[in-house]
């Protein structure tokens, strides 16, 4: 017999909380009981606790698990625990090698729960670059922006230069990679037989592919649709679970098509999962592919869509273009796809992140310094410092806009979609994950407290600030941010792992 009435005495208790639990549907006031880094009781009896901390009038859910972070570093940690977020996963670039990126990341210390995937263009810039890439903690974006300008690792590879590359993501996967990050937009003349020989490794040891599709641009051959069928393919030809990042920004104008494709293929049993973030403009290397000025019509783009982060300049013309990309292949980018001002525009965006089953996630980027270096960690952050808003208010936007502002979630769709579904998604691999993304007896006690008339993103494309409307923030049962501020020297992330291969 349960018995409700005597809760076990426990390290903390919050109190007069709304509980929003999406995985049992319970949205009621609970006292939430945390020891030892689990939680211990959900009553509605009054707590025999320690210390009692009263958050009537707060919503208590589970942290947000952010499977697309490439803000590796402890103050990209920090900005993205300021909007809620407990555990935050590098698994687009992946890192490589992977040991050695979990050892550093675990010696220094992080904020929230971190981890990582093998990263397919790591594996392909040592084999075909002969680049050593360095284990720097902080995943493979710092890795792959310094070696953009290799010559070899974004053409087509066979024999034994496959067998290699192939090779070494099976050893990081060995080591408690996460799956393999696929950034096949940034080497998009690389053969379909390679991603369907990824596909088929990842399928062999159990484990989820994570990708930036081939194309995005709206237009036949070669554009988003096309690549999107590809991913969906690949888990037709080979049973693989395959995850589709950001929809929102590589599905350009074509998501209609993408979407019911990816509902259909769900519906006939195969793993395709999706990814999205709400906002319409994306950040990455002036490098990429699909930046050459020859495509960015292609992607509804032009130059002045861009802003050079390093002066802040909107690039002037295809001349400058060039220039930057020829200079500087690493620097930082906005790129405006869809105007956030335009309701057509919106309505595609929107689209993207209501599909059914798409989690919430950031593809938070690092800091750079103005003049365009990335910052090294730093708290609190400088004047100046700039990222992609979705680095710091992804997660709290989400509720301000869609739930609050539209309606277009419910407040417990929205926490689903933030914490259980990405905890899902990664489960088979990752039997850690079966505990998060739950607030229940013997659950993690990786936790969110907000209040869900005032949660908003504050970061704007202009200026950086940590979202609002986040009291608390508990990482394995520690405060992370207390009261809405940040508690800089708290350190309780742990590593998170695919289970050994
Ligand atoms: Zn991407």
Request: glycine share 10%.
């Amino acid at each position: 017999m349960t018995t409700y009435d005597e809760p076990p005495r426990c390290e903390l208790a919050l109190s007069g909380a709304r509980v929003v639990d999406p995985e049992s549907g319970l949205d009621a006031v609970r006292t939430v009981g945390i020891d030892g880094g689990r939680i211990v009781a959900v009553t509605e009896s009054p707590p025999r606790a320690v210390r009692t901390l009263d958050v009537t009038g707060l919503v208590v859910a589970p942290g947000f698990v952010d499977l697309h972070s490439h803000a590796q570093g402890t103050t990209g940690l920090q900005l993205q625990a300021l909007d809620g977020v407990t555990t935050a996963l590098e698994l687009e670039a992946g890192a490589l090698p992977v040991a050695g990126s979990y050892a550093v990341a675990a010696e220094e210390g992080r904020p929230i729960n971190f981890g990582f995937s093998a990263s397919w263009t790591g594996a392909r810039m040592r084999v075909l670059d002969g680049v050593d890439l360095q284990s720097d903690g902080r995943g493979g974006l710092a890795a792959f922006a310094a070696h953009q300008d290799g010559p070899n690792w974004r053409r087509p590879a066979e024999g034994p230069e496959l067998s290699r590359i192939l090779g070494a993501l099976e050893e990081a996967v060995g080591e408690g990679a996460i799956g393999i990050g696929v950034l096949l937009g940034y080497a998009p003349d690389t053969g379909r037989a390679e991603y369907l020989r990824l596909a088929g490794l990842a399928q062999r040891l159990g484990v989820p592919t994570f990708t930036h599709a081939r194309y995005g641009a709206h237009r036949e051959p070669h554009g988003s649709l096309e690549a999107a069928l590809e991913v969906i393919s690949a888990a037709a030809g080979t049973g693989a679970h395959m995850h589709l990042c950001h929809l929102n920004s590589t599905s350009n104008r074509s998501i209609d098509a993408i979407a019911d494709a990816i509902d259909s293929a769900r519906g006939y049993g195969l793993r395709v999962t999706t990814e999205a973030y709400p906002y319409g403009a994306g950040s990455t290397v002036i490098g990429a592919a699909f930046l050459d000025p020859e495509e960015l019509a292609a992607h509804g783009m032009s130059p002045c869509s861009l802003t050079y982060l390093a002066t802040g300049e909107r690039i002037a013309d295809e001349a400058r273009l060039r220039e930057l990309r020829a200079a500087d292949p690493g620097g930082l980018v906005f790129l405006r796809f869809l105007d956030e001002d335009d309701d057509a525009d919106l309505a595609l965006l929107r689209r993207s992140l209501l599909l059914s089953d798409t989690a919430i996630a950031t593809d938070a980027m690092p800091l750079v310094k103005p003049g365009g270096e990335v910052a090294a960690d730093v708290w609190p952050v400088p004047p100046g410092y700039a990222t992609h808003p979705r680095s710091a208010g992804c997660y709290a936007r989400t509720f301000r806009w869609l739930v609050r502002e539209t309606g277009a979630l419910t407040l417990t769709e929205a926490v689903r979609r933030c914490s259980l579904l990405p905890a899902q998604i990664l489960a088979d691999a990752v039997p850690s994950m079966a505990a998060k993304g739950r607030v229940q007896p013997g659950a993690d006690a990786d936790l969110v407290v907000f209040d869900p008339d005032t949660i908003t993103d504050r970061a704007t494309y202009a200026a950086l600030a940590p979202s609002a409307g986040i009291h608390h923030v508990l990482v394995d049962g520690q405060f992370v941010v207390r009261d809405g501020k940040l508690l800089p020297d708290a350190r309780p992330g742990r590593p998170v792992r695919a289970s050994a291969a």
